[in-house]
């Protein structure tokens, strides 16, 4: 079982759909949530972060946890063909004194214009 | 304020080479990561550092070393290169407490 797992995709929305888009990891003691955006040719970049239980709001853009299912999401609203990109999960541990971020394989995200 | 720099954005060495890769990070951030992308394996954990001491380490041979300095920057270093070694290595800042990390532009590294 892998620790942090994304279904990969391609994800087809039309623009002004609700993209949704799926996580769920295996550690537990898993305590800090992350979504990054990743252009093409680009590096990833935090769009969302999200440390307890429910949903929080930023904009367009709205992250679910839920820790006793090990599941995070994140909702896209009206999207636009500028959100299509791969979504990347992260689950950050503490481990060794220190902390190890494990990142899902990410999910493509097509919207269609 | 600044973001993370990588150098060299791009490098090709070939088989047996060494390399060493350079990151900067955020001005206050002292938690350096490293990264391994490639298309078929994802982002993968390569080490942490955080006040020149390595606190977590990926599982990657013994190949793959890191150091950070006492201003924070960080190196990684890849010795006797293969041809699996190419990909882009992504460094991320974060404070202390690890938790958002932000990425500086990566260093795409081809090796022939």
């Known amino acids: 079982q892998k620790e942090v797992e994304q279904n990969s995709g391609p994800l087809s929305v039309p623009e002004g759909a609700i993209a949704s888009l799926n996580c769920t990891y295996s550690?537990?003691?898993?305590?800090?949530f992350f979504w990054y955006r990743q252009y093409s040719g680009k590096s990833p970049e935090l769009i969302m972060s999200?440390?307890?239980?429910g949903d929080k709001e930023d904009g367009r853009f709205t992250a679910q946890l839920n820790k006793a299912s090990q599941y995070v999401s994140l909702l896209i609203r009206d999207s636009q063909p500028s959100d299509s990109a791969t979504y990347l999960c992260?689950?950050?541990?503490?481990?060794?004194?220190?902390?190890?971020?494990?990142f899902g394989a990410g999910t493509r995200l097509f919207v269609k214009a | 304020k600044a973001g993370v720099t990588q150098t060299p954005r791009y490098l090709i060495k070939t088989r047996g080479q060494q390399v060493t890769l350079s990151c900067s990070p955020i001005?206050?951030?002292?938690?350096v990561s490293w990264y391994q992308q490639t298309p078929g394996q994802g982002l993968q954990f390569l080490f942490e550092?955080?006040?020149?001491?390595?606190?977590n380490k990926g599982n990657f041979p013994g190949r793959f070393s890191g150091r950070q300095f006492s201003n924070s920057r960080s190196e990684m270093n890849v010795s006797t290169l293969e041809l699996g070694d190419s990909a882009l290595y992504l460094c991320?800042?974060?404070?202390?407490?690890?938790?958002?990390?932000?990425f500086g532009p990566g260093t795409r590294l081809t090796v022939l």
């Open positions: 991320a800042s974060s404070l202390p407490r690890g938790n958002e990390q932000f």
């Open positions: 001005s206050g951030h002292r938690s």
């Open positions: 550092y955080f006040s020149e001491t390595q606190r």
């Open positions: 550690d537990r003691g898993s305590q800090s």
């Open positions: 999200i440390y307890s239980n």
């Open positions: 992260a689950v950050n541990s503490r481990k060794g004194g220190g902390f190890k971020t494990i």
